[in-house]
């Protein structure tokens, strides 16, 4: 372990390549490979300890792990944030702890609306002015749903101009 400079913290590293890895199929039906493991942690001055570990292909070597380490972390972060948008931001997902393949539509579904909605927030104004207007994701969907269930619009400006929510000059 070596302390990190400037963050307070003691850390560790350590890795270990071509170890078996096997998944099972069913009761006998099994599926062997040779993976890479990187492990980290973090031991802070209340003495709380913070683990974290990876399975890869990617080879590992004394000038690389502490990148690897670093994208591990940075991916963990962005899956983590999107996770929770979609929990409490109107979505409705729930954690999924491997249901199987029979809910992975409705998962999709949900990376997909989740994907028409970051592409409209970033290069819609329609959608930017609707949003400003009443302040929080979550209240727009739910006026969008609102509206959605209870009048019939010929498209998706329509809905996102209706009286409720500022016109703007945007086609």
Not at 18 to 25: E, G, N, S, V
Not at 41 to 58: A, C, L, M, R
Not at 106 to 115: D, G, N, R, S, T
Request: glycine share 8%; net charge negative.
């Amino acid at each position: 372990m070596s302390a990190i400079p400037g963050h307070g913290f003691w850390a560790g590293i350590c890795w270990g390549f071509d170890l078996l890895f096997r998944k099972w199929f069913g009761h006998d039906a099994c599926l062997d490979c040779l993976v890479n493991v990187l492990e980290y942690w973090e031991v802070h001055p209340n003495g709380k300890v913070q683990y974290f570990s990876w399975i890869t292909d990617f080879v590992l070597t004394p000038d690389n792990v502490y990148n690897i380490m670093r994208g591990g972390r940075a991916r963990w972060k962005i899956e983590n944030e999107t996770f929770n948008t979609l929990k409490n931001q109107g979505y409705h997902m729930v954690h999924n702890d491997g249901h199987g393949e029979q809910h992975l539509s409705v998962v999709l579904m949900l990376m997909l609306a989740f994907l028409v909605d970051q592409t409209q927030q970033l290069c819609c104004p329609i959608f930017q002015a609707a949003l400003e207007k009443l302040k929080s994701k979550r209240h727009l969907w739910e006026k969008i749903l609102s509206h959605f269930i209870e009048f019939l619009f010929d498209s998706m400006t329509e809905l996102l101009t209706f009286p409720w929510l500022p016109r703007t000059g945007c086609r």
